[in-house]
């Protein structure tokens, strides 16, 4: 039997030393010794290949994809959403170790349940209350919590009922600095011709106006700025779908499709909206400026706009590409990848908790009886058709956070450098992928120690498999061959999962916790803004959110921001692999890493000292090591 197995043996390889030979021949089984057993290392170079390939069959029947999506409350299943963790027989159950009350995360757990049942009783109060509000001042009556957002600090009723709190210079700034930051285009004349916006934004009734404008703001106009590369977009065209409309109009919301303009102020080196069309593609929606009359229309087309913001905020930036994403990482990895491969190691921690927190979410938070159904847009089903839709035509490679950048032409833009997004989320990706690079270039010596890493390769055809995680343009080409190119893919998975879900996690308190800062509908047809009908504040103050849509607003934002959650923290992050003494340098590449990203906290945290709107959601001390919430 011995001899049996030393015959059988895959070759051993220990990755910082040296390396068995396949099928070694020892005729003295007394004297055999099998090599060491590495707590990491690469498939082709696992001795103990068999007893790894059984463990990763059991997990193959743990975890597995479900595509017909099903949420609480709600019927049918929705189906083309990126699929979820599949229930299996006996237990119908997710595994122990992924579940929220486990003993390791039960603090937090009992943090999510307390703040749930508050919220309830938030609600309870709420309805026994009447339903609308006579004031914007209103809303602010409604935060019972010591810490209102710092949006509306020293705000005075006066100021707050006339909407000084979203002056041009703070829209602006939410647009570099909010939590859909990622959106922002940098207009080129090409730009503008491909999305026909001279027709769209009728160029020639508002071009003298845009001139005008940008005339007294910055002495310039219009090409000169567009030449200049100092003009920006936001389009949020995705919104204009009828059936995502008449279900929020079934339901007493409305919602709008808009595109906006942006101008950089050079002299200040702050962002400017200069026009915005609430439906881009109706023709008897009008254009407004600043200098639309009168003044209120001006508010309330920034209001249409946040508002569309903010859900798609929600729906896709968060929701689909972090938590539905992520969730097809997390399955797929568990699947494909063995607990001693390098990558798992890398990407497990950072999928702590995100297939029980999407479980509740499918049970709660989407539910027929949730906060989405009954206070953004047109619902829950409404909304996860509008990703459907979106999930189809999505491709991954073109969407991570460096490649975004580039899509929207603002990577390399050296003008808006209060583009705090931007600025932060670099330097923390150059962190991140020299320490992934670092790890991944011990294991990954050659192109042929990625060729003959089958579980790799098994990994990536799971996650793009119309049978598996359906997700498009993972990579470029069929197979990985390069380094950098694994280095970038797992890099960019982890920034996703951490870096990005917390921007729209932590920002929620600070953008929605004021409900008319970011509504999560408005009550009023915007087909029925047109030319001639003037804007008043009644109009506005009666299309905002009513009482109980706004208490569940309040509650579910606080509790989503929450970032006190005593888990780890991006930083302190532990790896399986810094435990493996047979590992030199493992601890010190950890240690380096933590140190730099550790300076840069340092450094937002000095910045942030000397603005108005402190911009931490990037602040590598205060990201969540992985979906908590």
Known sequence: MANFLIYDGASTYNPFDYEYPINKINNNPKTFKFPPKHSVCLPQKDHFIVERQLALETKQYTYNFEHNVRVAGFDTPVVGLPPCFKYMAPTYELPKCEQLMNPSFAAHGFSLLF???????????????????????????????????????????????????????????????????GQLIRLTNEKVQELDLFNKLKFEKMLPTFNMILSSEVNSNFQKMLDNGNLYMVDYSIF??????????????????????????????????????????????????????????????????????????????????????????????HRQLSTSHPIYQLLHPHFDLLLDINHRARGNLLSSFGPIESLLGGGSIAALHLIVKYHKNFIWRDNTFLNRLKKNNTLNDNKNRKYYFKEDGIEIYKNLFGFVQDVLSKFYTSKEDIERDFELHSWVDEITSEHGGTIKGLIEGEKLVELTQVVELVTDIIFRVTV???????????????????????????????????????????????????????????????????????????????KDQSAPNFKDICSSYRSKMEHLSTIIENRNKNVNMPYSYMDPSKICGSIYI
């Open 115 to 181: 703040s749930d049942f508050q919220a309830k009783i938030n609600n309870y109060l709420t309805n026994k209350k009447s339903e609308y509000f006579g004031s914007v001042s209103e809303y602010l009556k409604m935060i019972m919590l010591p810490n209102p957002p710092k949006l509306i600090e020293n705000q005075t009723i006066e100021s707050l009922n006339k909407f000084e709190w979203l002056n041009d210079k703070e829209f602006g700034r939410q647009r570099l600095q909010g939590l859909n930051a």
């Open 240 to 333: 204009d779908d009828v059936n995502y409309y008449e279900s929020a109009k079934k339901r007493g919301r409305y919602i709008s499709s808009p595109i906006a303009l942006f101008y950089i102020n050079e002299n200040d080196e702050k962002l400017y909206p200069l026009c915005i069309k609430i439906l881009q593609n109706d023709e008897l929606s009008p254009v407004f400026t600043p200098a639309s009359n009168p003044p209120e229309s001006w508010i309330f087309a920034k209001l249409w706009f946040q508002s569309a913001d903010g859900q798609h905020m929600e729906f896709f930036t968060h929701l689909y590409e972090c938590h539905l994403l992520g969730e097809v990482f997390t399955i797929a990895t």
């Open 500 to 578: 990005e879900h917390s921007i729209g996690n932590h920002g929620q308190w600070d953008m929605f916790g004021f409900t008319p800062n970011v509504p999560g509908a408005l009550y009023m047809d915007p087909h029925k803004i047109i030319e001639g009908i003037p804007t008043t504040f009644e109009m506005i103050i009666n299309s905002l959110p009513p009482k109980k849509e706004t208490q569940d607003q309040i509650a579910i934002t606080h509790l989503l921001a929450n970032t006190d959650t005593g888990l780890p923290t991006f930083i302190s992050t532990i790896y399986e692999f810094e």
